[in-house]
């Protein structure tokens, strides 16, 4: 093994040494030959001409004797010439804290115009090392004042190099503080307006999808939509089947209670027809439609605009609106009313089980006063406010996924995006379209 | 022990040449590893009788061979021969269908999962794109491991990320997200992140992949000079053959069509004297008689 000429390690393997050196500089101030020897591999000789202690830090002073010593780091300044040791084991994953702080307090109290750095019985040592080496040579560059490191071995020059060798990019450092809330706000609203226009163009560039679409000249494949008619459509009946059962339960549940006051627990069965083909069944498969194929879309295009699978259909010329959005708002759009109209069945076979069931209504007559309730034009309505819901869910879900980012947390919000939109939309549609039924009369 | 260099043993057991650089065999001065001891002549990875498997599909069998200390130990081989999988079994994300992955004497895949874990602590990963969580700034990235397995202050934390990103060249970058830097910066604060914790091995998936020739050498050599300062144990799967012959001092060439090791040691050797002629003709980038 060729001994490196620059391991200071094996010139002092003494631990005692720090002491010797601190008791040299503060008791003799005149023997310049102790302190020059005892710094190893120093190359400026004349540091030690006439030492006059203008001070002495020490931290860290833990003299262990186990194994892992801890990182010593000692201060001496001397006439502007800073002279910092560093000793003991600097591990990363050590428990002894950094003595580096303390030493950096006194640096900056001392005033000096030169530092230089010693390793001084330095045992083990890793990047945490270099970490405090490299707060002292960016002091000294601040302070515009020279820093050495000479003495220390050569593996930890390079890496000091090597870390030194590209300047910061200070154009590209920004403020990492976060945004207070009036910030925050203020960028949420100027971003109203953009978001508003993304949004019109891209139901924009839908419409245009679908009269290209009916004039034949579109490019969706219709492999794709059947594909789509299947995952939105016949896929989501378990779903839709659970949650419009029990919504028959609970109006039936609900609406005795009230209707037993009067006698009049048979038209619990109205109740149920009618509230579930009206607005019940619509607003609950819209729901489900939203948390189960608008978040779906948004996240299956959103992945695919961060693998550039979105960019990569633009150019070979296929539009994505056309190719990935009009099979999805088709398929969702045609399905969603279907869905509603099963919802309605099993809601009111919901209500039949509760008032029969349990309620000991004549099953006879509970079909009677269904077919009452039932109107047609109460299931039109209901069915007319599933296709919309349809449009909205599949178009906000398409939206939220190509106007992803290109990460992974960015597929996370455009398809929360998705879910929380639709779900407004939703809303927002019902209140609108109850607003145009109740002025056209039905 | 207070002698801070420990010589260590740079031969390569079980490979045939031994003319190889001996610079690889030198430790680096004062960087002593870190916890875990450093006993002598225990190389630090050693792979026996390994067969990985996917299902009853055996990607590769019997496996044997040994990285030392200090290597710089190539997986090579043709595209989708298994050399990935390998890397995923001796890092503890697959486990193998038998045989064993030892970290100095332990058995790797035979202790709990504790104890994986604490081994892979002084194990690093670069993967292929950098996988770089994309939620947290590239400081962050980084922070992440030093704020979970060590005692550093916040302030201490953040001065390490800095540093390491200083090594790799990025500083100044600390507060990016990795969507807002290029693909070959990714991969450099995939390196940052890799060495957070100070490991002493260090695996690569294919670090030159993706990246311009120029790029990737500029890595090849960061790559050496961090494993030189640091005096870590690198692995690394590659099919670039100036990276093989730049870096490489040891190696095993998995063959796709036997599903085993075809042969071992140092590239540079194998290139002029292996005696499986598609070895030579991997190497010598298909001069001696091309297929296809």
Known sequence: ?442 | MDTPHTPLSGTYTGAPATGAPGATGTPAPGSAPAPGGDPDGVPAITVQNLTIAYGSYAVQKNLTFTVNRRDVFIIMGGSGCGKSSLLRVMVGLTPPAAGTVCYGREDFWGGTKKRREAILRNVGLLFQSGALWSSMTLAENISLPLELYTSLSPADIREQAMLKLALVGLAGFEDYYPSEISGGMRKRAGLARALALDPNILFFDEPSAGLDPLSAALLDELILELKESLGMTLIVVTHDLDSIFTIGSNSVFLDAATHTMIAGGDPRFLRDHAENPDVRRFLGRGKTGRRA
């Open chain 1, 1 to 442: 093994m060729p001994p490196e000429p620059h391991t200071t390690e094996a010139a002092s393997p003494d631990n005692a040494r720090p002491d010797a050196v601190a008791s040299s500089v503060a008791s003799a101030p005149a023997a310049s030959a102790p302190v020059s020897s005892a710094s190893p591999a120093a190359p400026s000789a004349p540091v030690t001409a006439g030492a006059v202690t203008a001070g002495t830090v020490t931290a860290g002073t833990v003299t262990a004797g186990a194994a892992p010593s801890p990182p010593r780091m000692r201060l001496a300044l001397d006439r502007g010439l800073a002279r910092i040791f560093f000793g003991g084991d600097w591990v990363l994953k050590g428990d002894a804290p950094s003595p580096a702080a303390a030493v950096m307090d006194a640096l900056k109290a001392g005033g000096a115009s030169a530092i230089e750095l010693v390793p001084e019985g330095l045992g083990r040592w890793d990047t945490s090392l270099l970490a405090a080496v490299m707060r002292l040579t960016a002091f000294a560059r601040g302070k515009n004042i020279p820093c050495s490191a000479d003495a220390f071995p050569p593996g930890f020059r390079r890496l000091l190099a090597l870390a030194l060798a590209v300047p910061p990019n200070e154009g590209a450092r920004r403020s990492s503080g976060r945004a207070g809330f009036l910030e925050s706000l203020g960028a949420l609203v100027l971003a109203v307006p953009a978001t508003c226009r993304s949004m019109l163009e891209f139901i924009g560039e839908t419409a245009v999808g679908f009269a290209r679409f009916f004039l034949g000249r579109s490019v969706c494949r219709r492999r794709d939509i059947s594909l789509q008619f299947q995952e939105c459509g016949a896929e989501a009946l378990p779903i839709v089947s659970l949650i419009s059962l029990l919504v028959g339960f609970i109006l039936a549940f609900v609406g005795v209670v009230q209707l037993r006051m009067f006698g009049a627990q048979i038209y619990v069965s109205s109740l149920v027809a009618v509230g579930m083909t009206r607005i019940m069944g619509a607003i609950m498969t819209g729901i489900i439609m939203a948390g189960r194929t608008g978040a779906s879309f948004a996240a299956v295009l959103g992945t695919m605009q961060v693998n550039e699978e979105i960019d990569a259909l633009a150019t070979q010329g296929l539009p994505p609106v056309e190719f990935l959005v009009l099979p999805r708002v088709i398929a969702l759009s045609l399905m969603t009313p279907l869905l509603v109209l099963y919802a309605d069945f099993m809601g009111i076979i919901g209500g039949f089980i509760v008032g029969v069931g349990m309620l000991g209504l004549d099953p006879a007559e509970y079909f009677t006063f269904t077919r009452m309730g039932f109107g047609l034009s109460n299931l039109w309505v209901g069915l007319a406010h599933g296709f919309v819901f349809g449009c909205v869910v599949a178009v906000t879900g398409c939206y939220q996924g190509l106007r992803c980012g290109r990460s992974a947390a960015a597929v996370g919000t455009a398809t929360t995006a998705a879910v929380v939109f639709s779900i407004v939309g939703i809303v927002i549609a019902t209140a609108i379209l109850t607003f145009l039924f109740n002025i056209v009369g039905i």
